[in-house]
């Protein structure tokens, strides 16, 4: 049963476009029942949807993983209070686009003392980015349980219609839902039925159902699903002289959403004489390189880099404690991997100078033309610090001599980045010329007063990378359920993606090692002031998780590089059950899809379909 505010009585409206020549689709929201071990109520209690284009099978968005989760409240003494929330309610705005109700509760389930008689707003255009609005106070001293909202377009004004925990009803009216104390004194009301999905994903606790253009819900599946390579498209004729000249023509990998990338062709030419003119038909192989899991055991927070001809590998090394910066150097990626590898330690351990554990995380970056080595380290009494080390000029990387003595990261006036807590995970990347560093800093950590790792941003120069030439400022704290999940709340491992007109920082959060570790997203466009915390927008859903890729869970930690072709690749750590189990390094390629996002999920299935790796053509020789 519908309520009265129907999505046809919108259209009535003559201030909103008429299309119901188009068919139509059902977006259905729901929560999900914990799963102990599996999925836990850090996850389960936030706002999953599917989408039916018949009214009767639902598909899951996001794999049946959380999209939209409530954020955390910062205490005054500055830790977390985790949230999640119950029963969300899906409905257009007076505008055709949409919004989100739900209660809010603590990330346990028990009722949330900070939202009482209110209940929590999300808006979206397009309901891929989402917005948090903020508490819609209801004026009343109750916990709401179940919330319905929609728009009367008759009267121009919201209609919230709820229950509390003793079951009864009242509804409020607001003229403007984003002005979050406007709602009206609460009257008596009547719980209207509301439509609902008869067949759901796995584990859903239902919500309602949303009616909206086929089209629209179409794409939006296609958005929140991992891409398929579809198609694969080579010339329909190449002219050529040579061999080298066929051999250089590549084949373009179409996927499902519209986009494409580039494949490399083993051409088959044995039957051209390339001293005759004429056309010939061959065939071809389409490839890509394909990097098996795991490549190394006990390898995490991976980072490789070429440098003069030749690949090199550094990650933290589990398999000695986290003790020592080891290297391994080749002429190829997977050379990195392969049997008979060797491994350099350029840095090891010396109480002396202060160098003795927690050698975690070390990034290669090249600054101002010169190559240095980012990491954390820490002495005798635990507590890892960012330091920058300097390859010597004409030095080996992997000749421990060829390094200068690590410095210890400081502030704008030399002194230490901090004296309390923490700072690990440094990377560094530019923008228009300004460098930049970005870390995670952490206080108080394994105690009551825990703020949990957050990460920070500050200018730097480039000749003296070491050093802050602008005050740190605060990126991202641990305040969705995937961040704080099972008692671990971490932002940390952020690594940059710098494109033509954007600035995209992927960082980890959730438990380092642990099966529901994942990868989180910062975006801000290029030319905006990248420290001010408002120029960013942050993902509300991991971009990478233990849902994303079959037989891979925590995944997480990652840094990018550039692979022979020049594709954008993503090197990161996993493990192989959900159990504690070593992490390990992964690889595979980053993919943009048709709206320019990168996607981190594209398994070596999905990026080249097998059944599609046979191609032919036709070459004119021509003499």
């Known amino acids: 049963m519908r309520m009265r505010f129907r999505r046809k009585d919108i259209m009535k409206n003559k201030n909103v476009k008429n299309n119901m020549q188009f068919p139509k689709g059902k977006i259905l929201v729901y929560t999900r029942k914990p799963v102990s071990g599996l999925y836990s109520s850090h996850l389960a209690y936030s706002v999953h949807m599917a989408y039916s284009s018949d009214g009767n099978t639902y598909k899951a968005l996001n794999q049946n993983y959380g999209i939209v989760f409530a954020s955390s409240t910062i205490s005054q003494d500055n830790t977390i209070n985790e949230k999640g929330l119950k029963n969300p309610y899906l409905f257009y705005t007076a505008d055709g686009k949409f919004g989100i109700v739900a209660v809010r509760i603590n990330a346990d389930g028990s009722d949330d003392g900070e939202s009482k008689g209110k209940v929590l707003l999300w808006l979206s255009d397009d309901l891929y980015y989402f917005k948090e609005i903020g508490l819609i106070n209801l004026h009343v001293d109750a916990y709401a349980n179940e919330i319905v909202c929609e728009y009367d377009y008759i009267n121009k004004q919201y209609m919230l219609i709820w229950k509390d925990n003793d079951g009864r009803c009242f509804q409020n009216t607001m003229a403007d839902i984003t002005d979050l104390d406007s709602?009206?004194?609460?009257?008596?009301?009547?719980?209207?039925?509301?439509?609902?999905?008869?067949?759901?994903?796995?584990?859903?606790?239902?919500?309602?159902?949303?009616?909206?253009?086929?089209?629209?819900?179409?794409?939006?599946?296609?958005?929140?699903?991992?891409?398929?390579?579809?198609?694969?498209?080579?010339?329909?004729?190449?002219?050529?002289?040579?061999?080298?000249?066929?051999?250089?023509?590549t084949a373009t990998a179409v996927y499902?959403?519209?986009?494409a990338a580039v494949k490399q062709v083993i051409w088959d030419t044995e039957s051209i004489d390339f001293s005759k003119a004429g056309i010939y038909e061959i065939s071809g192989t389409v490839v890509q390189e394909v990097y098996p899991f795991p490549l190394a055991v006990g390898y995490a927070d991976p980072n490789i880099i070429q440098w003069h001809g030749k690949y090199y590998f550094i990650a933290t090394n589990d398999n000695t404690d986290d003790i020592g910066l080891y290297v391994r150097e080749s002429d190829t990626i997977m050379g990195l991997f392969s049997d008979g590898y060797k491994e350099y330690v350029i840095l090891d351990r010396n109480e002396e100078?202060?160098?003795?554990?927690?050698?975690?995380?070390?990034?290669?970056?090249?600054?101002?033309?010169?190559?240095?080595?980012?990491?954390?380290?820490?002495?005798?009494?635990?507590?890892?610090q960012s330091h920058v080390m300097k390859l010597k000029k004409n030095g080996s990387i992997i000749d421990p001599d060829s390094w200068e003595e690590p410095i210890r990261v400081m502030k704008m006036d030399g002194t230490y980045l901090t004296t309390e807590g923490i700072t690990l995970d440094m990377t560094y990347f530019e923008a228009y010329d300004k460098a930049y560093?970005?870390?995670?800093?952490?206080?108080?950590?394994?105690?009551?007063?825990?703020?949990?790792?957050?990460?920070?941003?500050?200018?730097?120069?480039?000749?003296?990378?070491?050093?802050?030439?602008?005050?740190?400022?605060l990126l991202s704290r641990p305040l969705y359920g995937w961040e704080n999940n099972e008692h671990t709340i971490n932002n940390e491992g952020?690594?940059?993606?710098?494109?033509?007109?954007?600035?995209?920082?992927t960082y980890s959060g959730g438990v380092a090692g642990g099966y529901s570790y994942v990868l989180g997203l910062l975006t801000a466009d290029k030319s905006a002031d990248l420290l001010d915390p408002g120029s960013w927008v942050k993902s509300n859903a991991p971009v990478l998780s233990y849902y994303s890729i079959e037989g891979e869970y925590g995944p997480g930690h990652n840094t990018f590089f550039k692979d022979k072709y020049g594709n954008l690749m993503i090197a990161y750590h996993a493990q192989e059950t959900t159990e504690r189990s070593p992490r390990c390094t992964a690889i595979r390629r980053v993919h943009f899809d048709k709206y320019g996002i990168p996607r981190f999920?594209?398994?070596?299935?999905?990026?080249?379909?097998?059944?599609?790796?046979?191609?032919?053509?036709?070459?004119e020789i021509a003499k």
């Open 437 to 473: 560093l970005v870390w995670s800093y952490r206080k108080h950590i394994g105690t009551p007063r825990d703020t949990g790792s957050m990460l920070y941003i500050a200018t730097t120069d480039k000749k003296e990378p070491w050093r802050l030439t602008s005050d740190p400022v």
């Open 353 to 384: 100078k202060g160098f003795v554990q927690t050698f975690w995380a070390p990034e290669f970056h090249v600054i101002g033309d010169e190559l240095y080595i980012l990491f954390a380290v820490g002495g005798k009494i635990w507590g890892p």
């Open 183 to 249: 709602a009206s004194d609460p009257k008596p009301g009547n719980m209207p039925a509301y439509e609902t999905a008869l067949n759901a994903p796995k584990g859903a606790v239902k919500g309602n159902v949303l009616e909206v253009d086929a089209r629209f819900g179409d794409d939006l599946l296609i958005k929140w699903s991992p891409l398929v390579n579809t198609e694969i498209k080579v010339p329909d004729c190449i002219r050529a002289e040579s061999k080298e000249q066929i051999d250089e023509v």
């Open 601 to 619: 999920d594209m398994s070596a299935e999905r990026d080249l379909r097998h059944d599609l790796t046979c191609v032919k053509t036709r070459v």
């Open 256 to 259: 499902n959403d519209g986009s």
């Open 494 to 505: 952020p690594y940059p993606i710098v494109t033509e007109d954007k600035v995209y920082i």
